[in-house]
């Protein structure tokens, strides 16, 4: 079972997303030897074995001296993969602050799973490709060393070296979405065509990267002159936005020059000044007469007036940035 990015690892402090499931117990054991790193868990108490789980992922922890931090979750059963995602990723952003990489055991089945839900939505190549096998937030990032690694190849490796995991029973519900396409249609496939999937995921990447473009960050703004690099640049400052978030995103944009998304007590900003589009958090500080005359006179879009007064951007300073692009 070949992983990538160890590179990108060594000698970095990196924590594991960990479940005691397939994929991140392969994971586990792949990394033991070529880097070093502690394991996060999140407790949704939702299985039977959920404790047992827990109990277990500790007594491995310990057992090769790694630390691990445990999060128990209580959520509501309605929309409960949405809730899930976001609790847990809070949860990562706090411990991110003491690490540098997050590392995720996404395998080429969850990003062909991906794929094909997107595709079935009628979605365009941004979101169709979703992750990367590195990805930059705010203040770290999150690396997939088995993003091209079929589940298949995880099997035997796990069984090979007769290495314990867990089995989500949640996972062969095919009212979910996502395991109704995996159970029907990924996984046969991956199965006869994965070398295939892996280099057209390798030409899309490619591809995604010209069609995007440049996004430049400066004093934590983001600035990107295509519209579809807003959606990377919210992500970077640690937020996914729904598909609903999206559309109104696009519809606002439209009809004015500024725009704003909530995540939780957090907002994200994206304004459009100068033919540019910029997106930040939302901060909020006194104007001083001088700066409203100026703001005023430049046409800066009322969000963007005060993330510049608060960080100290002179316009000028933005539009030697914008002159770059």
Not at 140 to 161: F, G, W
Not at 188 to 215: A, R, V
Not at 261 to 284: A, I, P, Q
């Amino acid at each position: 079972m070949r992983i990538e990015y160890l590179e990108e690892l060594k000698g970095k402090k990196n924590l594991l997303a960990f479940s005691h499931g397939t994929d991140s117990t392969a994971l586990f054991y792949a990394l033991l030897n070529n880097c070093e790193f502690d394991l996060c868990l999140v407790n949704y108490h939702t299985r039977i074995n959920s404790n047992k789980e827990e109990e277990k992922a500790r007594n491995l922890a310990n057992k090769y001296g790694k630390n691990i931090y445990i999060k128990h979750a209580s959520l509501a059963q309605n929309n409960f993969e949405n809730n899930a995602r976001n609790f847990r990723y809070e949860f990562f952003d706090e411990l991110m602050c003491n690490y540098d990489n997050l590392i995720i055991a996404h395998n080429l089945n969850d990003r062909f799973e991906w794929f094909l839900m997107q595709f079935a939505k009628g979605a365009g190549l941004c979101n169709l490709l979703g992750f990367n096998g590195i990805d930059n937030r705010k203040n770290y990032k999150i690396i997939r060393p088995l993003i091209n690694v079929s589940k298949d190849e995880i099997m035997l490796y796990l069984n090979e070296n007769n290495y314990e995991y867990f089995q989500d029973e949640s996972n062969f519900n095919t009212k979910y979405k996502r395991n109704e396409i995996r159970l029907n249609y990924a996984n046969e496939f991956i199965k006869s065509y994965s070398n295939g999937i892996k280099k057209s995921f390798s030409y899309l990447e490619n591809d995604k990267f010209d069609f995007l473009g440049t996004t430049k960050e400066y004093k934590n703004l983001l600035i990107t002159k295509n519209i579809n690099s807003i959606d990377k640049a919210i992500k970077k400052l640690g937020f996914i936005s729904s598909a609903k978030q999206k559309s109104e995103l696009q519809n606002l944009l439209k009809e004015n020059n500024e725009s704003e998304l909530f995540f939780g007590k957090n907002s994200v900003c994206v304004c459009v000044y100068l033919d540019t589009f910029f997106v930040f958090l939302k901060t909020n500080c006194k104007l001083n007469k001088n700066e409203k005359e100026l703001y005023r006179k430049e046409k800066v879009p009322n969000k963007l007036r005060f993330f510049l007064s608060k960080n100290q951007i002179s316009i000028s300073e933005i539009k030697n940035i914008i002159n770059k692009f």
